[in-house]
């Protein structure tokens, strides 16, 4: 089967929004509930990292298969049910085009495959999967293979955004698209700043910022123009939080009423957070997040203290 005939079972995000969910049925608040996010599975990394080629290397992704497995398993045992597993970007290494994609696709998809079937999945693209500077058809590949790029959904009266940060990072091959998004993004904002939902939350892959809106620019934040442009937009609307990944190190601050966090990946690490997801639990006043190792979760679950926060009404 080929990487675009499986991706099918993926392709949840479509029309802009995700069809896991009724928008109508969902804009209610019922009480608390919790996802599950994780983050940079990244097939290919750990041996390209481990032989210092990142750019051509990465015919080896057995140690990211094995730990993507075990968290689906510690995800797909919990119960309660998160309300959804959302994967914030850098799902394969391979870029657009490169050898080794098609494979770590497929791989990728068989294991997410076994994710309990009631937990929807919720998929970001990275810089990997649609190339540091996008085009056209490295969307259109992405969208045919996972779903949209950027899209909405209605949980429990929270309002959800997914964005595709690239066109953020770098829309210079793809003005168009961005603008689509940018026109997009107004709108959704618009929703959330009338107040019309018990939260609002921002999933993408480059975090606004990894400590301060202030820091110096690098690889792995938003230029300081675009970071602070996006972090207004967002506080203005009443956006709660940003979740995202492409750090590999756990980190993250605040800017205003904003959240900004950065999870650590499912794969390689760049720091010495362990391989992991976090815990996000929202609650009518609040948004409460953890990060686990994949062996917390696996042996212990949640802890007692977020599960309490769930039998509040």
Known sequence: MSAAEAGGVFRRARGRTLDAFSSEKEREWKGPFYFIQGADPQF??????????????????KQEIRL???????ISKLSP????????????????????RKEQTEDLQRVLRTVDSEIPLVLVSGNHDVGNVPTPETIAEFQRTWGDDY??????????????????????????????QDQWLDQQ???????KCQHAIVFQHIPLFLQSIDEDDNYFNL????????????????????????Y??????????????????????????????????????????????????????????????????
């Open 248 to 313: 590999h190190r756990n980190a993250g601050g605040t800017y205003q009423d904003l959240d900004m966090v950065v999870s650590s990946a499912i794969g390689c690490q760049l720091g010495k957070d362990t391989h992991g997801l976090r815990v996000v639990v929202v609650t009518a006043e609040k948004i409460v997040h953890r990060y686990y190792s994949l062996d917390e979760l696996s042996e212990k679950g949640i802890e007692d203290d977020l599960m309490d926060l769930l039998k509040k009404k």
């Open 68 to 74: 993507t497995e075990q968290a689906v398993q510690a």
């Open 81 to 100: 049910k998160p309300k959804f597993f959302v994967l914030c970007g850098d799902l394969v290494h391979a870029m657009p085009g490169t050898p080794w």
């Open 151 to 180: 899209f909405s959904f209605w949980v429990g009266g929270v309002l959800f955004l997914v964005l595709n940060s690239q066109f953020l990072y770098d829309a210079s091959m793809c003005p168009a698209l961005k603008q689509a």
């Open 223 to 246: 230029t300081k123009l675009v970071r602070k442009e996006m972090a207004d937009k967002f506080s203005r609307a009443g956006i709660k939080a940003v979740f995202s990944g492409h």
């Open 189 to 195: 904002l618009s929703i959330a700043g009338q107040r």
């Open 44 to 61: 290919g990394l750990m041996k390209a990292w481990s032989t210092g080629d990142c750019d051509s290397g990465g015919d080896e992704w």
